[in-house]
């Protein structure tokens, strides 16, 4: 076992609290870790290596970095992000939703292409048009497309015996893609101001504590003065889904506690997380839990 490889599983056993789950050095310059990580465990940033770039990948969950100049990057189940290691050293990274898992590549630029792999041999050029499309700017983020999700999904989910092949494999697809001409402005995420950011924070905040009110996004909008729009695609973009899906999610799993845990009635329970109705509640649960609450409560 080469000192390098050595040096990478040991920085793995001191991130175990930080969430890191697995380790790979694929080739020499390139690193890959998988990443599991809850809102009590955030991870410290890399930044050993300085003239490379970072690949993030969201696969299910949301991460989001708050930038130096204030500005907010979220990344969803299917997202990627590419920035200069070491650029974000002081980005503060939150998980909205609690948790997230996905996968990083490490990419020493100098290291990999002084002796490239064979694929990257035949590639003219493409060390020069990663540096254009990916250093001109700190931090991009992109909303996935058919073709990343078949490379990123290659990394998970393959035979034991094949399973280092394919991690190698699809890495140097991933630099492929990377290295096509041309930008991928048609794909990037947009990044969210902190004031937009901090009223839709404590929007979710109201809600989540009032969840027997019924509030419009109407009124929400006159209330924090916030353009409906402007509400309706920051809260998605913050917690990855639209108000109304997230906020049932909040009221379902709240009133399955409340069963679990409480002798209030059915009744009770529907008007406690937002349903004037009984029959509607029982509707909702039904379609949320696959059974109603009286069974569930069983």
Same mark, same amino acid.
């Given at each position: 076992m080469?000192?390098?490889l050595?040096?990478?599983?040991?920085g /793995?056993?001191?991130? #175990? &609290?930080g969430?890191?789950?697995?380790?790979?050095l694929l080739y020499? *310059?390139? %690193?890959?870790? =998988? /990443?599991?990580?809850? #809102? &009590?465990s955030?991870?410290?940033q890399?930044?050993a290596?300085?003239? *490379?770039? %970072?690949i993030n =990948?969201?696969?299910?969950?949301?991460?989001?970095?708050?930038?130096?100049?204030?500005?907010?990057i979220?990344l969803?189940?299917?997202?990627?992000?590419v920035r200069m290691?070491?650029?974000c050293?002081d980005?503060t990274?939150?998980?909205?939703?609690?948790l997230?898992?996905g996968?990083?590549?490490f990419v020493?630029l100098?290291k990999?292409?002084?002796c490239p792999?064979e694929?990257?041999?035949?590639?003219?050029?493409?060390?020069a048009?990663?540096?254009?499309?990916?250093?001109?700017?700190?931090f991009?983020?992109f909303?996935?497309?058919?073709h990343t999700e078949t490379?990123f999904s290659?990394?998970?989910h393959?035979?034991e015996?094949l399973?280092?092949?394919?991690?190698?494999?699809?890495?140097?697809?991933?630099?492929?893609?990377?290295?096509?001409?041309?930008?991928f402005?048609?794909?990037?995420?947009?990044?969210y101001q902190s004031e937009?950011v901090?009223?839709?924070r404590?929007i979710?905040?109201?809600?989540v504590?009032?969840?027997e009110q019924?509030?419009?996004i109407?009124?929400?909008s006159?209330?924090?003065l916030?353009?409906?729009?402007?509400l309706?695609?920051?809260f998605?973009?913050?917690?990855g889904?639209?108000?109304?899906?997230h906020?049932?999610q909040?009221?379902?799993e709240?009133?399955a506690?409340l069963?679990r845990?409480?002798?209030l009635?059915i009744?009770e329970?529907a008007q406690a997380?937002g349903y004037?109705s009984?029959?509607?509640f029982t509707?909702?649960?039904k379609s949320?839990?696959?059974?109603?609450p009286r069974?569930y409560r069983?």
């Amino acid at each position: 076992m080469n000192d390098e490889l050595k040096q990478t599983q040991k920085g /793995l056993q001191q991130r #175990a &609290d930080g969430g890191w789950t697995e380790t790979v050095l694929l080739y020499p *310059g390139v %690193e890959l870790s =998988y /990443l599991t990580m809850q #809102a &009590d465990s955030i991870c410290a940033q890399r930044t050993a290596w300085r003239d *490379g770039i %970072e690949i993030n =990948y969201c696969k299910t969950g949301r991460i989001a970095w708050q930038m130096d100049g204030g500005d907010h990057i979220y990344l969803g189940p299917g997202n990627f992000a590419v920035r200069m290691i070491g650029s974000c050293r002081d980005a503060t990274i939150t998980l909205p939703t609690g948790l997230y898992e996905g996968l990083t590549l490490f990419v020493d630029l100098q290291k990999l292409f002084a002796c490239p792999p064979e694929p990257l041999v035949d590639a003219d050029g493409i060390e020069a048009v990663i540096r254009k499309n990916v250093c001109g700017r700190a931090f991009t983020s992109f909303q996935g497309n058919g073709h990343t999700e078949t490379i990123f999904s290659g990394f998970y989910h393959q035979s034991e015996h094949l399973r280092l092949a394919y991690q190698k494999l699809k890495a140097l697809e991933l630099l492929l893609y990377l290295g096509q001409s041309g930008p991928f402005s048609r794909d990037q995420l947009t990044e969210y101001q902190s004031e937009q950011v901090e009223i839709i924070r404590k929007i979710h905040q109201q809600m989540v504590a009032h969840m027997e009110q019924k509030i419009t996004i109407e009124e929400l909008s006159r209330q924090y003065l916030i353009n409906p729009t402007t509400l309706k695609e920051t809260f998605k973009a913050v917690y990855g889904r639209s108000i109304a899906a997230h906020i049932k999610q909040h009221r379902m799993e709240q009133a399955a506690k409340l069963l679990r845990e409480t002798d209030l009635s059915i009744a009770e329970i529907a008007q406690a997380v937002g349903y004037d109705s009984q029959s509607r509640f029982t509707a909702a649960f039904k379609s949320f839990f696959q059974v109603v609450p009286r069974e569930y409560r069983k």
